[in-house]
């Protein structure tokens, strides 16, 4: 994919070391806040995600307020705010290392002595088991390995289970629980990390906390087994490993990957993009006072600002018939021990225990808008990406921002993905961008040159047959 006749490089460094769902390129929110950024510039993003975009206006020198309602989203914001040095994430590393690295690995060793890289479970039964030998990988006797596959959390001291909505949508059955994506051996491993974690020191435990829920789907039977496309010189697999993506879906052919190798790969790869960064931080953000973000509601949060009190606002709102980001969430948010309230899930959901539908989404719209225009100084710009299908909900936004006088649509420009920064939504008739929209407050114009700044920018609404232009 290319932007402005760029080729995009998708996350790379700290941003490719988390999986987190909602993260968007940063390539284009770097050019967005150049375009409509300004010295001294107050910054505002309430539906913060990875914080990616806290991190860029940091980097510029803006004062940036940011929120989440999602708990996760703000533990992983705030490493990527602040980044730790190579050496503090391989110190973690050792920490950990020295309280539970040897039982993690006695667990999958077998009876030969020999010890698991990968265990592929078809249907329940051990189909083939792999190990390393140096840079090899070669297969091994299944005979050597017998596990159940079925977690019981009761008997563990730091894994507190949760159980999920129902939900058909990502695959979320009645009465299903955030244990039931793993293997009774990886949550014991799970449990032993987690314990390791809690005896660090706060500022670690943020470090080994980014390093557990970035590599904890990659522990799960959520893993896909392909059968492999093209032979190899050195394995007689029948699979090749696939990755995990949108949704808790558990196929009949997975893999169990060794929880040990899985978060030792996910600590050096943090630690070796820490170590190229130029700086670890380019401004102390938070402790000056130029950055601040809080686990908050984004209307309770919108509420303390004052009238006319933020130059631009920057925002990737939940989309309507998207991705539910928070109950995909809940996975990270159990292994960070962190309580969780989505009653204020600004989303509509396929869960019917939620009651979040179209109606009430449209409303929080409105709200939306009418707090943003309450806050954006008479020359204000608001930059919001948005993805949904659904004409009805695109004429819902525009009567929203359409209610008030001093508020206008100044045009739209697709956000730009490479190939590798994101998985959007595979099924027929599924948005393939995100628009995004600009608005400007009063007397805001356009900067000049805008329009040659963003490939495919168009004065025209998101309606008629634009869906999908």
Request: aromatic letters at 10%.
């Amino acid at each position: 994919m290319k932007a402005n006749g760029r080729k995009l490089s998708g996350y790379s460094g700290i941003y490719a070391c988390h999986k987190y769902w909602g993260k968007k390129p940063p390539e284009t929110l770097d050019r967005i806040l150049t375009n409509f950024g300004f010295d001294d510039c107050k910054v505002l993003d309430p539906f913060l995600g990875a914080g990616i975009i806290a991190v860029l206006s940091s980097q510029k020198g803006f004062q940036f307020f940011g929120c989440d309602l999602n708990p996760s989203a703000v533990a992983i914001s705030n490493v990527f705010l602040h980044p730790p040095s190579a050496n503090e994430v391989l110190e973690v590393l050792g920490k950990i290392e020295e309280q539970c690295k040897d039982q993690i690995l006695a667990s999958y060793q077998g009876r030969d002595g020999t010890v698991a890289s990968h265990i592929i479970w078809n249907e329940g039964h051990v189909d083939e088991v792999w190990m390393k030998q140096g840079r090899q990988t070669s297969l091994a006797d299944v005979n050597n390995w017998q596990d159940t596959n079925k977690a019981n959390t009761s008997k563990f001291q730091n894994v507190a289970d949760r159980v999920l909505k129902k939900n058909a949508r990502i695959n979320v059955a009645e009465g299903q629980k955030v244990s039931d994506l793993f293997t009774t051996r990886a949550v014991e491993n799970i449990d032993r990390l987690i314990g390791a974690i809690r005896q660090l020191k706060p500022e670690e435990r943020k470090i080994a906390n980014f390093m557990l829920t970035s590599a904890v789907g990659q522990m799960s039977k959520m893993v896909f087994a392909l059968k492999r496309r093209r032979k190899t010189r050195n394995n007689c697999s029948k699979y090749e490993v696939g990755s995990w993506v949108i949704g808790y879906w558990l196929p009949k052919i997975h893999f169990e990957v060794n929880c040990w190798n899985v978060f030792e790969g996910r600590a050096k790869k943090l630690s070796n993009a820490c170590s190229k960064m130029e700086q670890r931080t380019l401004l102390n953000s938070l402790s000056n006072g130029r950055t601040t973000i809080e686990c908050r509601d984004a209307f309770e949060y919108m509420a303390n600002f004052q009238n006319s009190s933020i130059d631009l606002i920057i925002t990737d709102p939940p989309h309507n018939d998207r991705i539910p980001y928070l109950e995909l969430s809940e996975m990270w948010n159990m292994m960070l021990g962190k309580k969780t309230n989505f009653s204020k899930e600004w989303v509509t959901s396929d869960s019917n225990g939620r009651d979040k539908n179209s109606k009430a989404y449209a409303s929080q719209m409105h709200d939306f808008f009418s707090e943003a225009t309450r806050i954006l100084k008479d020359n204000g710009c608001l930059v919001m990406m948005f993805n949904c299908t659904d004409e009805k909900i695109w004429g819902k936004i525009r009567e929203a921002y359409s209610s008030f006088d001093c508020l206008q649509f100044k045009g739209r420009f697709p956000l730009s993905y490479s190939a590798n920064s994101v998985v959007q939504d595979s099924r027929n008739g599924a948005l393939k961008i995100d628009w995004c929209l600009v608005f400007g407050k009063g007397g805001f114009k356009l900067p000049y040159n805008t329009k040659n700044n963003f490939t495919d920018w168009t004065d025209k609404w998101v309606a008629d047959g634009h869906i999908q232009s």
